[in-house]
């Protein structure tokens, strides 16, 4: 069973870059695939980006060419590069594994990020 840690959320200025990291607690990220989701107030959870079981990354039109989604070698963390952040990217990040063994999800506590000027 992965436990899936986050950090790297913050406060930014509109048009900066953060970096949010996902560490896998005591295990690796094999056989499962990995998605980056947010929440913000008042709002569905949606996904943001995500890593396919072949490895090849996704993601949601309102943040292509912007984020970039990926995996250490070790398979032991995921991140979220975003840059030239909106407002509107304002939330909570979270990350998400599904274990392909049986389906089963598991989630991140969730690191705040806001875009502010």
């Known amino acids: 069973q992965v436990q899936l840690v986050e950090s790297g959320g913050g406060l930014v200025h509109p048009g900066g870059s953060l970096r949010l990291s996902c560490a896998a607690s005591e295990s690796r990220f094999d056989g499962y695939a990995m998605a980056w989701y947010r929440q913000s107030p008042g709002k569905e959870r949606e996904l943001v980006a995500g890593l396919g079981t072949d490895g090849s990354p996704f993601y949601v039109n309102a943040v292509k060419g912007r984020f970039t989604i990926s995996m250490d070698n070790t398979k032991t963390a995921v991140y979220l590069q975003m840059a030239s952040l909106k407002e509107e990217d304002t939330a909570v990040y979270l990350c998400?594994?599904?274990?392909?063994?049986?389906?089963?999800?598991?989630w991140g506590q969730g690191t705040q990020v806001t875009v502010s000027s």
């Open positions: 998400h594994a599904i274990r392909l063994l049986d389906n089963k999800m598991f």
